[in-house]
Structures are given as C-alpha cells and as structure tokens.
C-alpha cells in the first residue's frame, strides 16, 4: 500500500481528547498528509477513542466495523486514545481490521507506524513515557478563538469507579515553559480563550508554582482576553487558586468541580477523599469572592451500594450548591477497577430511575441559572455564526451560549444585554458604547 494522502481523525470523550485529536492532526499535516473533505474517503482514519465508560468503549470497536467500504476495502485505521491504551495487543485481536493501536502518550509516534503500517506491518504503541511526547510535536500554528491546552495529565487519586489513572498514567505536570510558549503559539495564532485542561489541572505544579501562578501569568498576554481550566478535584482547590477567582478579571467565574455523590458513606466507597462538608465549605469559599461563579459538576448514580437514602442524599447536595450545568452518568463498572468487583451492584432499572430524577433535578438548577442571567449585562466572545442570517453566537463568562444580531465577527468580544433564556441558549442584544460604560 502506499502512504496514505489525507486522513480524518474522530475524537470521542473528553476535552483532552479533543486537544489530542487535534495534536495529531497537526503532526499528520506537518508529516504532508491533509484532512479529507466532508464525505471524502480518507486514506487514513484516526479513532481517538474514550474508556472511561462500557458504552464509550464498546463504540470503539462498532466504529471500526463501519469503516469497511462498499468495495470491500478499508482506509488504514489507527485506534488512539484510552481503549488503545486499556487494551492495547487485545485490540487487534478483537478486530482485524485495526492497523495501529497507539496510547495518548505515544501518539507522536504515528508518522512512523503509518510508513509501517502501509508497508503491511501492523504494530502497536502503548508506552507511557515519563519524557513528554510533547518534545516531539509541531508548534502550535492556527487556533480557533477557544483553544484548549493540555497542562497536565494523569491521576494518581484512584477513585475506585475509575480507568484514568490505569489509561492515562500518573499525574504528571508540564514544565512551565513549554505551557508558555504553547500558549503564546497559540495566541500568536488566533487564540483569545484558552482552557488548560488536566486530568486533576488543579494539581498541577511545576517549580514551585501553582495553578494559580500560571494562570497569573498567562493573564498578563496581552491580546488573550480569558483563561478556563478543568477538571478540578475537589481536593486540590487551594486557596491561591480560589483568591485567583476574585483577582484575576481574566480568570472566567466558571468551576468544574466534581462531586460523584452527596452522601459520606459512598464517597469513601468511591475513595473520592473528601466528605461532603468539605466539598460544600470548599463551594463556600469560592462563591465568597466570586458570588458569581458558575459551577458545575459530575454525578454517578448506583455505585455498588448505594441506598435509596444515599441516592436522596445526592439530591440534597444537588439543591446545596444550584449546579449551573453538570454531567450525569449512571454507574458502568470497568475491568480492573475496585468497585467493579464490589458486592451489591445496583440493578439496571433503579439506576434508570435515580439518573431520570437527578437530571430533572439539575435541569431545574441549570434553567434557574440561565434565566437569573436574563436582563444582566455581560461580555461574549464571538466564537461562530448563528443559524440565521445576521446571527452570530458567543460565550459567556458562564459558559453560556448567547445568540446577538450583530455583525461583530468572530473572535472580538461584544458587550450585551441578556434578554432571553431558551432551553439551549440565551439571546442577548448588543449594547450601545454609552449603556456598555
Ligand atoms: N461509571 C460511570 N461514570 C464514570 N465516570 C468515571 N468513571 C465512571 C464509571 N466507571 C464519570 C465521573 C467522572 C466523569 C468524567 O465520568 O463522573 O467525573
Ligand atoms: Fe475518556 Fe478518561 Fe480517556 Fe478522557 S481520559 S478519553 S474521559 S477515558
């Protein structure tokens, strides 16, 4: 076979997926390869795929199944990400029709095992080195307004529910200087938003420096007009980086901040290390200096164990803190964790119902918070086009969708006034100089 010209990557999961799938569309386009065109054939399919649940990881395999064409033939196929990494040798055991099998931290590799793979040689990669694939990635060249950048990777905290620190390795953070200059390619090219992403991103350190310090100095670039990062553990939310939330104006008033379950007895099944008075004073902490903050969190419902009465308890603290979003998922036990051996698994059905009521309970809390912002002005970060003509759509310091008439493009930042809540976004209308004042 010869090497292949164009390639597509689909990312699934979570954010750092993204950020890789990204990573390595760049690597293949400084390697003289080019994304394929919508409903082109690509030559080359990257899976990028997430073990963090059952479902997710099953999709890997049905994907690979669906990439055999009409005449028989198939792209080369490349599986990245978690399950490449959880299963690695077995993936190609369980399907054929995968040529590359490559780990999140072993993808700057891939150059190398495409040459392989289309002289017929199929190989697997699923290192986890301590030195940084990052050395061996292209700078940052075009960005979108929002760009995320990957800080730090890996989890040493063991919840028992969890694959991550199994897929992703240790807790390892990213020196300094490199975040720096990434950050500055990125800015260079387009950024105005960036996210730094990490597992447990609140974790990360590097000479002495925190978060908070980082986030610090990144404020000072001048044309990078607002910082985010996630995910937090709640743990890990020192008080540098909570006063951050009150003193740096570029720091957005948004805090993803997991709590898995509001009951004590369930929290340390899940080893989680923090009760739920401490994640509530914690919550406390940060709304003191930034009354306005956003937060939102994940859920499990029916970890093995849970009771009726620890499941209401998860209501409650759902009640405690008014999520302005969150993610819920029912319990999907994985091979090799703790918990997935652990007596009293709940039945399908009562997880059905407990994830029913917590998500009409959290969209009631998350309806709240966007109506509570109808009718206050605020600042947008054009990021696309509306659906309609003269309609473009930006964030909001929360996070929130917002549709303005207006023919700012994308990537300037608009002062408006909410005047609407719908059920997936907010319309706003821009103001005036005078009214912006
Ligand atoms: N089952 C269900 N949900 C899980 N999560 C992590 N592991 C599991 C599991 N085994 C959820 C947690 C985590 C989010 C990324 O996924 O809520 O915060
Ligand atoms: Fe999925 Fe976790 Fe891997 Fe992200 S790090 S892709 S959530 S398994």
């Known amino acids: ?61 049905s994907d690979v199944g669906r990439l055999r064409r009409e005449d028989g033939s198939k792209p080369l ?77 890996g989890c040493d905290k063991f919840c028992t529910y969890c694959v991550v620190p199994y897929t992703r390795g240790a807790e390892i953070s990213r020196p300094f200087a490199d975040i720096v200059r990434e950050a500055e390619e990125l800015v260079a090219g387009g950024a105005r938003e960036i996210t730094l992403l990490g597992q447990n991103v609140n974790a990360w350190e590097s000479d002495g420096r925190d978060l908070a310090a980082l986030i610090r100095h990144l404020a000072d670039f001048a044309e990078l007009e607002r910082i985010r ?7 890990n939310m020192g008080e540098g980086l909570i006063t951050a939330h009150a003193a ?58 849970e009771t009726d009465e620890d499941f209401e308890r998860t209501l409650n603290i759902v009640d405690a803190v008014r999520y302005a979003a969150a993610f819920s998922f029912k319990y999907s036990p994985r091979p090799g964790t703790p918990a997935a051996t652990m007596e009293d698994q709940v039945p399908q059905p009562v997880m059905d119902q407990r994830l029913a009521r917590l998500q009409a309970r959290l969209a009631e809390h998350s309806t709240a918070f966007n109506r509570g912002t109808v009718g206050k002005t605020t ?46 976004s907010l319309f706003g209308a821009p103001l005036v100089r005078a009214e912006a004042a």
Not at 229 to 235: D, F, I, M, R
Not at 264 to 283: E, G, W
Not at 386 to 414: C, D, F, H, N, Y
């Open 248 to 305: 740096v104006d570029k720091l957005m008033p948004y805090l993803h901040l997991p709590v898995q379950s509001g009951s004590d007895p369930i929290l340390r099944a899940m080893n989680r290390t923090h009760t739920v008075d401490s994640y509530l004073r914690t919550i406390e902490r940060v709304r003191a200096v930034r009354p306005d903050i956003a937060i939102s969190g994940d859920f499990i419902v029916g970890f093995p164990g």
């Open 77 to 153: 196929i490349a599986l990245a990400g978690c399950v490449a990494q959880a299963e690695g040798e077995e993936a190609r055991a369980r399907s054929k029709m995968i040529d590359m099998v490559v780990g999140p931290q072993a993808y700057h590799r891939l150059p190398q095992m495409i040459a392989e793979a289309a002289a017929g040689r199929a190989s697997v990669d699923t290192d986890m080195p301590a030195a940084a694939k990052f050395d061996f990635l292209p700078a940052r060249r075009r960005s979108g307004v929002s760009a995320f950048l990957s800080v730090q990777e």
């Open 1 to 61: 076979m010869t090497l292949p010209q164009t390639f597509r990557i689909k990312s699934f999961g979570c954010q750092m997926n993204a950020y890789d799938g990204e990573r390595m569309a760049e690597l293949l386009g400084a390697d003289g390869m080019r994304s394929a065109g919508d409903g082109e054939d690509a030559d080359l399919v990257v899976l990028n795929t997430c073990h963090i649940r059952e479902k997710a990881a099953e999709k890997a395999y």
């Open 229 to 235: 990062y996630t995910t937090s553990h709640p743990v």
């Open 379 to 424: 600042r947008i970060l054009i990021d696309r086009r509306g659906r309609k003509p003269g309609q473009m759509i930006g964030k909001s310091p929360w996070l929130q969708s917002v549709v303005v008439e207006t023919a700012a493009p994308i990537g300037s930042m608009l002062n408006v006034k909410i005047t609407g809540a719908g059920p997936n």
